[in-house]
């Protein structure tokens, strides 16, 4: 009985000091964090054109770069006080949670799905589902694809759309939206799915491919952060930017220059 007290007591002593310890502990702030270093760290693509990719001097470019560096100047004073790092839509998760990257600006679509493991800012852009094909293709709508086989990028929301509107259809993914696309001009599938806008940028100066004209899903682009108590101010700061550079009309000149507005 006595040592069943003592067992007892030593219990109540160390929930309260775990209890005290939890107090304590400063919530970690990731705009403090941020701050500190005096400099961000932002996720972007470098296969996306004309959202995330490498100009001809090797610099990080694209739409969502742009508003990276706008973010930096508005939360550390310089739109120069911005590291890059290259992600994938099928890494881009990983490395913000593994800290390599403060936030992601990835063409990220807002989704119910990824609401439950990420805080998102208000979105900044607005993209649809399409259908990538070759010229001449019998695959007008993405009903056609019933029976053939698909494009997808992995990690992106064009898989679970396509499977949910064509089940049984043949999914073939890549890691990369150049590989997606070498892919279909080789011949491995009869269309790309993904968003309108990153097709159109894939298909530029290529006359043997066609974007056809339906869109299938509205796809908000926003800033996506880890999810918790550490993000909110971080996600109140990029909010704040968003807001006057949309304002200000400078969004929309950036759209209007990268061909996207
Ligand atoms: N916006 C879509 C998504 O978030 C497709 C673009 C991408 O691959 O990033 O998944």
């Known amino acids: 009985m006595y040592k069943k007290i003592i ?68 939360i550390l004073g310089s739109d120069k006080k911005v590291k890059f790092v290259p992600v994938t ?22 989704t119910p799905k990824r609401l439950e493991i990420l805080d998102f800012s208000e979105p900044y852009y607005t993209a649809g589902q399409a259908l990538l094909v070759k010229k001449g293709s019998d695959v ?3 009903q056609d694809l019933k029976g053939k086989k698909a494009i997808i990028v992995y990690g992106s929301t064009s898989e679970n759309s396509l499977r949910t509107a064509v089940p049984g259809v043949g999914v073939i993914g890549y890691r990369t939206y150049p590989d997606a696309y070498k892919a279909l001009k080789a011949g491995k599938a009869d269309a790309i799915v993904s968003d309108d806008t990153i097709l159109l940028g894939l298909a530029l100066k290529d006359d043997s491919v066609e974007l056809l004209p ?45 061909g996207i507005k």
Do not use: W
């Open 214 to 258: 339906k869109r299938y899903s509205k796809e908000l682009y926003a800033v996506a952060f880890r999810k918790g108590p550490e993000s909110k101010d971080l996600v109140r700061a990029v909010n704040n930017v968003i807001q006057i550079e949309k304002k200000n009309g400078t969004l929309k000149t950036l759209q209007e220059n990268f």
């Open 89 to 110: 839509a099928s890494d881009r998760m990983m490395k913000l949670y593994s800290g390599d990257i403060d936030m992601i600006i990835a063409t990220m679509s807002v």
């Open 140 to 142: 007008k709508t993405i």
């Open 7 to 74: 067992s007892l007591l030593m219990l109540v002593v160390l929930v309260c000091c775990g209890c005290g310890k939890k107090q304590d502990e400063p919530i970690s702030n990731d705009l403090n964090t941020i701050t500190q270093r005096d400099k961000l760290i932002v996720g972007v693509k470098t296969d996306t054109y004309p959202f995330g990719y490498m100009d001809e001097k090797g610099h990080f470019a694209g739409y969502d770069a742009a508003l990276g560096r706008l973010i930096a100047r508005g």
